[in-house]
């Protein structure tokens, strides 16, 4: 070929390349070694001598007033599990960091003429309620992204909707209209589903029964999705190159956060995740899962094999699947498909929830949809690895309800028993629980000084911010998600109950645009934390004084709620210190281009008339185009009656119909105009 | 300029108030020619005046005939949107549906031996344990 090799950075992610350790340091060198070859057994190792150590010391304090009871043995249960869970994430963390970065990517850019020799590639965007204009901000700087390397004929956009509010209907198509008036490749279709059946597995099950024979892949996006055009195209590369890949799924990096939880979030993200992402890669190989957006599907064999079935039962343990991509993922590693994670390409983003209501709204569909999981672990064939993200995905959820009852035993032991006993280690209970805690805290932030370590390390001084700052925000956000995470457990256990008692809750869209909440909207959510807070913390003042300190963080959280919850949502906040030079991440000191371009769409003026339903029944032309992309049909020879009913007047169910009723829409066009048209003509008259 | 011979029935008050809604409508959505304006305006009131019952009168009267010749524009071609190839560039193209997958097959099977198996394998392990820590 004779052309010279280069590297290149894949959208705003910087591959950097680390050199070896020059350490001299023989044991961590040894330690390396261990993690590179064996890392699941390192991996498990961690977690193992974690909850040993951590179980053996709990054990040994509980036994140490005469003999381990009742309380204690299933307090001790609870703890075995929850320090096992947390030994997990971090021999995850702590592994990831040991292996070795990703080689940078040494590939060069297709030219125009070799991206024309890729398979077609459908990147489908699912869209429900959300906010048309902000969804089609994103959709554009991938579009120009791709036109740009020369993709147009290779992709094709399709925003597969499944709206149901009849006036962000409107607007989806009017901002489609808007959007494909250029002719610019790559294509935009636009297909909205009247009914959403099955929600988004459905959505996709649908797109692929009329679509899905003309593209080998699937590119499979979120609402709030964005990547950028060499990751998507770098996708298309690596299905290429093995055949028995099915999926891979590109880890998506939360951006345009505007709140104090979401800025420490895509922090967090930012900062600490490659080093987990790296150990969850090593863990999973072949068997990776899918998170259910930004990931490349192979057609036939999502087709073959992820067609999924309605659950015997009742919702929420039956019924339809609510969490449809972990399930997806274990039906392709049944078929003996690759699931990959590509953790080394950047490129791949999405937004977060801004306010902790939005967070909660989320995690309680989530938590659904996973509990909905245990299902399928002991009742059908699934690999073992599937099976342990199926688990883990539930465990997510149920951790909270544990610790809320280890919290509450705990509580228990410290009023009725005294802890002056000697622990077999020859120190008291007390001095004991406090080595606990100092070793329960140490084991917390390891991870996340490992993690902010190896960023500064292997991160050019050029392109990061000085070590100092990075490490305040660290404490920042350290500081925000211990404060966050009392709050998230009780929450969490509040779903694991109502989702064991059956109750549903409904999918509705997710708002990651700013939210001011109000002290009524706090106090609501938080008032009973805020009683339980002052009770509890009242015993413990009466019994044990010295215990406030174990309890100081979970106290703190539960008694600020109120306060606490508005502080997390704030918008206004999270732009102070955005403003300040606080958890900033390289996206937003140097945003990629494809941020650029989003970000010059949300930027523009809105349209001063929203389009609305009532546009599109007021306006023919935005009629006829309704009726034109929705396919429906007018009745030639029907001629309803004049309705009485004035659009403002109609329920919701009667204005969802007129959308897919042509002879309606004419009925209520006519209605309008004939009133509109009169009162002019008499005015006129007069 | 052709002139319109309207009948006796289209002449009253009504009827004229609604032609002229009609007409300020018809070329507001598309039809520029005024002559041909007119013409459409007279098919539509008479389009119209076929669905209203004598009884209706007055001001319902001009606003029935607005309505129904509102909706007899829009069965005609003028008001259909044009663009339809941008709308349909992607053919239906269907491929296989997708195949349902059994997620409750085979049943949850009960084997006792197994269990006593693992139950005994469990008493060994903790009974090795035991052993090696007395040694230690």
Known sequence: ?686 | MSTVIEPQSLADAQVVLARRALLRYVVANGVDDPEQAVQTTHELVEAALHQISDDVVGRDRTRSIIYFGVQAYLKRPESRFHDLERLFAVPNEATAPMRLQDLHEPPIVVRPEFYVAAWRRTQDVFRQFAYSMRMF
Not at chain 1, 106 to 113: A, G, W
Not at chain 1, 225 to 241: C, D, I, W, Y
Not at chain 1, 427 to 453: C, E, F, Q, R, Y
Not at chain 1, 565 to 582: A, E, K
Request: glycine share 6%; aromatic share 8%.
């Open chain 1, 1 to 686: 070929m004779g052309r010279a090799r280069k590297t290149f950075n894949w959208g705003r992610e910087t591959q950097v390349a680390v050199e070896p350790s020059k350490s001299k340091n023989m044991i961590l060198r040894a330690v390396k070694s261990v993690a590179q070859n064996h890392p699941k057994a390192s991996i498990m190792s961690i977690a193992l001598a974690v909850c040993g150590l951590m179980s053996w010391l709990f054990l040994d304090i509980a036994a140490a007033d005469g003999g381990l009871g009742p309380i204690d043995a299933v307090t001790g249960t609870f703890f075995v599990l929850l320090t096992g869970w947390l030994g997990y994430g971090i021999g995850m963390s702590i592994v990831g960091h040991l292996l070795p970065p990703p080689e940078p990517l040494s590939t060069e850019p297709l030219s125009p003429e070799e991206l024309a020799q890729l398979p077609s590639t459908a990147i489908l965007v699912p869209v429900y309620n959300e906010s048309p204009r902000r969804v089609a901000a994103g959709v554009r700087a991938m579009r120009e992204e791709l036109a740009k390397i020369g993709g147009g004929e290779t992709f094709e956009f399709f925003l597969l909707s499944d709206t149901t509010n009849p006036d962000i209907a409107a607007e989806e198509e009017a901002v489609w209209l808007e959007m494909t008036s250029d002719s610019l490749k790559p294509s935009v279709f636009y297909r909205r589903r009247p009914k959403n059946i099955a929600r988004k597995s459905g959505n996709i099950a649908e797109f692929c029964e009329r679509w899905g024979g003309r593209y080998r892949y699937l590119i499979v996006l979120d609402a709030d999705s964005l990547m950028s055009g060499a990751t998507l195209v770098e996708m298309v590369r690596r299905m290429e190159q093995d055949e028995r890949v099915a999926l891979i799924q590109v880890p998506p990096r939360p951006i345009n956060g505007a709140s104090l939880l979401a800025r420490a979030q895509q922090f967090a993200a930012a900062t600490y995740g490659s080093g987990f992402l790296r150990g969850y890669r090593h863990w999973c190989g072949d068997a990776a899962n899918y998170w259910g957006h930004n990931a490349i599907i192979r057609t036939r064999a999502f087709v073959q094999c992820c067609g999924l079935p309605t659950l015997p039962g009742e919702r929420p343990m039956g019924g339809e699947i609510l969490s449809h991509d972990f399930v997806e993922a274990a039906l392709l590693r049944r078929a003996d498909w690759k699931v990959r994670i590509a953790d080394d390409l950047g490129g791949s983003y999405e937004e977060t929830p801004g306010s902790v209501l939005d967070y909660l709204q989320r995690d309680q569909r989530w938590c659904q949809g996973n509990l909905q999981h245990l299902n399928f672990l002991v009742r059908c064939q699934l690999p073992l690895t599937n099976r342990w993200h199926l688990l883990c995905g539930a465990f997510s959820y149920l951790a909270s309800p544990l610790w809320l009852a280890f919290v509450v035993l705990q509580l228990t032991l410290l009023l009725s028993v005294s802890s002056s006993g000697a622990t077999s280690l020859g120190i008291s209970a007390a001095s004991a629980s406090l080595l606990l805690l100092v070793g329960t805290l140490i084991l917390l932030m390891a991870p996340k000084v490992l993690a902010v370590t190896d960023f500064i390390r292997s991160t050019p001084i050029e392109n990061r911010r000085p070590a100092r700052a990075i490490w305040l925000d660290a404490a920042l956000e350290t500081v925000a998600s211990t404060l966050f995470a009392p709050l998230l457990m009780w929450f969490h256990s509040q779903f694991v109950i109502a989702t064991l008692r059956g109750r549903r809750v409904e999918w509705n869209a997710q708002n990651r645009g700013d939210v001011n909440l109000t002290w009524e909207d706090a106090w609501a959510v938080g008032w009973k934390l805020v009683v339980l807070g002052s009770i509890a913390a009242v015993l413990i003042w009466l019994v044990n004084p010295t215990a406030l300190l174990w309890f100081s963080p979970l106290l703190a959280s539960w008694l600020g709620a109120a306060p606490l919850i508005l502080v997390l949502s704030s918008p206004q906040l999270g732009r102070w210190l955005q403003s300040h030079g606080r958890l900033l991440i390289a996206e937003e000191s140097n945003p990629c281009p494809v941020m650029q371009r989003q970000q010059a769409y949300f930027d523009l003026p809105v349209p001063s008339e929203d389009a609305t339903l009532e546009r599109l029944v007021r306006d023919p032309h935005a009629m006829a185009a309704h009726i034109a992309i929705a396919q429906l049909s007018a009745d030639p020879l029907s001629n309803l009656p004049v309705s009485e009913l004035a659009l403002s007047e109609m329920t919701l169910d009667q204005r969802r119909e007129l959308l897919v009723d042509a002879d309606k829409l004419h009925q209520a066009h006519a209605a309008y105009w004939s009133e509109r048209l009169l009162q002019d003509v008499e005015a006129r008259a007069r």
